[in-house]
């Protein structure tokens, strides 16, 4: 059994839903923690859930953003979720890939947020400033703002 780990502030890109999505890779980190070879097949199917739901909603932010390395960040995703779908091949196979997945999933974790993530916050930080303050007022629009990406934006 493998020690859990917690979220760190310093993970945080100051975009609330960017940040509560990231929260869901600590959670699968901490349920292959507990050692159970059956808990690959639910992380597996959850990560690729986030690979396609998460990567899509951030490169969106992106590419509307402006961010001149969406591209790149776009082609960093898609390796990460190939290298996924070969730990589901393994694991369907009957192999035992928990560590080796809860150690990717570390790495990505801590390597991937850290940097490329922290690459493009500012930027789209910004383009979301200026949306919320070009909507002041707009009712509906304002407070789904709100609530999406918290009183940072």
């Known amino acids: 059994m493998s020690q859990t ?4 502030d310093d993970l945080d890109t100051g975009i609330d839903v ?10 699968m ?10 808990a690959a097949g639910e992380v597996i199917a959850d990560l690729l859930d986030y690979t396609q739901s998460h990567f899509a909603f ?16 776009r082609r960093i995703h898609d390796m990460f979720a190939r290298r996924v779908l ?3 091949e393994r694991h369907r196979a009957g192999e035992d890939v928990v560590d080796e997945l809860r150690d990717l999933l570390s790495t ?7 940097n490329d993530d922290r690459a493009y916050t ?7 400033e200026r949306f919320a303050r070009g909507h002041e007022g707009a009712g509906w629009m304002a ?7 918290g009183p940072r934006v």
């Open 143 to 149: 407070s789904t703002l709100a609530r999406l990406f």
């Open 86 to 88: 070969r730990y589901q």
């Open 58 to 73: 951030e490169e969106e932010l992106m590419a509307v953003a402006g961010y001149p390395l969406t591209d790149a960040h």
């Open 29 to 38: 980190i901490n349920q292959l923690a507990n050692g159970a070879p059956e």
């Open 122 to 128: 500012e930027q789209v930080r910004r383009h979301l």
């Open 108 to 114: 990505w974790l801590f390597n991937h947020i850290r």
């Open 18 to 27: 960017i940040d509560q999505q990231h929260r869901r890779i600590v959670a």
């Open 5 to 8: 780990i917690t979220w760190q």
